[in-house]
């Protein structure tokens, strides 16, 4: 598995990060950000646990509704998160040549149809709450080479307890550097990542315990 260094998010891709602390603000930040890709014809793929999956299936559906609208089921892709990075495991660890075939494969079947495509995923967060870190980096870190060959809007949600512990904001720190935007439960707004200001996010944390 290759290291993880940092690869500046750029490219035809946007690329953000949501820290929450509870389910109900990640469903609503969540429906936010897929929501206008339902309503203006696009497409919205979801990796994330059963409990999400439903939370932000029934936030979506709410706002297509208020618009008068049905959520096409065709256009709205949801796939089980821990299912989906166990496809991108070989003996334990993740394999980035699996990645470039599965989830690759499915952003090449989204953009092709001519559609915008918004992403959330989760599986960097599942790596992080089981003590491995560095491969949720790296896995960031291929989502930043796909977004080098496609356009589409990626959302990766992180709990914010999973970075409570001592010495934790450096690996926070390597989180947002590798998203064009942070957003946190706290400050309800988008933060730019190339700017001091995403010192200020992790100076929040810090200061909030």
């Known amino acids: 598995m290759p290291s993880a260094h940092a690869l500046a998010p750029q490219g035809r891709a946007s690329h953000l990060v949501g820290f929450y602390e509870s389910d109900d603000f990640l469903a609503e930040a969540v429906a936010d950000f897929l929501a206008p890709a339902l309503l203006a014809d696009g497409i919205a793929l979801v990796i994330a646990t059963a409990d999400h999956r439903a939370r932000f299936a029934a936030a979506m559906h709410d706002r297509v509704a208020a618009a008068g609208l049905v959520v096409d089921p065709e256009r709205l892709v949801l796939l089980d998160a821990q299912a989906t990075l166990a496809t991108l495991e070989v003996d334990g660890a993740l394999d980035p040549d699996r990645f470039d075939t599965v989830v690759a494969g499915h952003i090449e079947r989204l953009v092709a149809t001519g559609r915008s495509v918004h992403i959330y995923g989760e599986m960097v967060a599942l790596l992080h709450a089981n003590e491995r870190a ?25 709990p914010l307890h999973l970075f409570d512990g001592d010495g934790s904001a450096g690996t926070f720190q390597a989180v947002c550097e590798r998203h064009t935007g942070v957003t946190n439960e706290s400050y309800a707004g988008l933060l730019e990542t190339r700017s001091a200001r995403t010192g200020a996010v992790v100076l929040d944390r810090e200061t909030r315990r």
Do not use: I, K, S, T
């Open 134 to 158: 560095l491969e949720a980096l790296v896995l960031e870190d291929l989502w930043n080479r796909q977004g080098l060959r496609h356009h589409f809007e990626l959302l990766c949600g992180y």
